[in-house]
Nanobody, 123 residues
Framework: QVQLVESGGGLVQAGGSLRLSCAAS????????MGWFRQAPGKEREFVAA????????YYAVPVIGPFTISKDKAKNTIYLQMNSLKPEDTAVYYC????????????????WGQGTQVTVSS
């Protein structure tokens, strides 16, 4: 089992920045990649970004390319999502997830999920 704990969400004005963190514990050696998903009110959960756990490959959803950056600190078993130039449409609950499979864009591929952290961007 892998446990994931997110932190760093909050309320920010449009144009501002936030950095989300996700700390992993447990059988982290089994992880292929870790990612971020988000779910806005009334919408389905969607892929945001992912990072290969062993290597350095990163993957992004088209709408966040540029403003968002995913990174990791493997020594701390932690990934980060730096979010810049935030917009009201970025408002959502952000979830950290981990997958054992080499399929990082698909929600069903992820085996472990955090509880989520709320990000609210005011206009």
């Amino acid at each position: 089992q892998v446990q994931l704990v997110e932190s760093g969400g909050g309320l920010v004005q449009a144009g501002g920045s936030l950095r989300l963190s996700c700390a992993a514990s447990g059988r982290t050696f089994s992880i292929y990649a870790m990612g971020w998903f988000r779910q806005a009110p009334g919408k389905e959960r969607e892929f945001v970004a992912a990072i290969n756990w062993s290597g350095g490959s990163t993957y992004y959803a088209v709408p966040v390319i540029g403003p968002f950056t995913i990174s990791k600190d493997k020594a701390k078993n932690t990934i980060y999502l730096q979010m810049n130039s935030l917009k009201p449409e970025d408002t959502a609950v952000y979830y950290c997830a981990a997958t054992r499979a080499p399929s990082v864009h698909t929600e069903v591929s992820y085996n472990y999920w955090g509880q989520g952290t709320q990000v609210t961007v005011s206009s």
